[in-house]
């Protein structure tokens, strides 16, 4: 059964198991650094500008809703929570993509027997650029649906299902974010990946549901990056590698 939310957790989990393997340490090690010094400056920039913002956003109210500062203090320090959370993330993928890219070829090449790329050094070299145009091309497709999202928490009567909508898409993004490594490590455009995807929208969302909740645990957030590249890995090998040739190459949007 392809919708299967639980088996999509299952992946990230596994993919924490793989971590200690020796052939893959040295790959994991720089992205938990990346990670580890990322989420440092977050919480650094965070307890220094928080208030900062809050009062910002807050002075956007006019004079005669004075009496209503405390009842949207919570609204504009989570919204600055969220635009810290999401920027953190943002940086954290775009500074690490090229490890887990490559992190994500050696899991590949240890699950199927034989390496994905047979060009030597120079597709190692080649994947660095490619890798950080695709995290642009990925930002180019989720930051307008983030802002809709946004938009949508503060429609009245539409807004009692934005919690969920929240879940949904950032479990949704988690698991493009992820997938996308092996994807592109085989040569899958953005297009043919989210044709893919689809196809296991459900299983998707179980996946990334997992992860974005593993990012809200302290320490545990820390080695989520590696272990999600090696999860979303597995992935990709056990049930979308056979279907690629399957379908027709199309244009990425």
């Not at 954290?92 to 590949?108: H, T």
């Not at 539409?158 to 490594?181: H, R």
Request: glycine residues 8%.
């Amino acid at each position: 059964m392809r919708a299967n939310p639980v088996r999509g957790a299952g992946y990230l989990l596994r993919g924490a198991a793989m971590l200690p393997q020796p052939g893959l340490r040295r790959f994991v090690l720089v992205p938990l650094i990346v990670n580890v010094l990322l989420f440092i400056g977050a919480i650094w920039f965070l307890i220094e500008q928080f208030s900062v913002w809050v009062d910002y956003w807050l002075g956007f109210l006019p004079q005669w809703a004075d009496f209503l500062y405390w009842a949207f203090w919570p609204v504009f320090a989570l919204l600055v929570l969220v635009l810290v959370y999401y920027g953190f993330s943002i940086v954290a993928n775009l500074i690490a993509a090229p490890f887990n890219g490559f992190l994500s070829e050696k899991v590949e090449t240890q699950l199927r027997g034989e390496p994905v790329t047979d060009e030597g050094w120079g597709e190692l070299l080649a994947m660095i650029p490619r890798s950080l145009a695709r995290e642009l091309h990925k930002l180019a497709y989720y930051l307008p649906r983030l802002l809709l999202v946004f938009a949508i928490t503060f429609i009245p009567v539409v807004n009692l299902v934005a919690p969920l909508l929240w879940f949904l898409f950032g479990a949704w993004m988690m698991s493009i974010q992820y997938c996308d490594y092996p994807m592109d490590n085989n040569k899958v455009s953005f297009g043919q990946m989210r044709q893919l995807m689809k196809t296991r929208r459900v299983t998707s969302i179980g996946f990334g549901g997992l992860v974005q909740l593993g990012m809200l645990i302290p320490v545990v957030n820390l080695i989520l990056m590696p272990a999600a590249v090696v999860g979303a890995t597995i992935f990709w090998v056990e049930e979308y590698a056979g279907e690629v040739r399957d379908i027709s190459p199309r244009p990425s949007p």
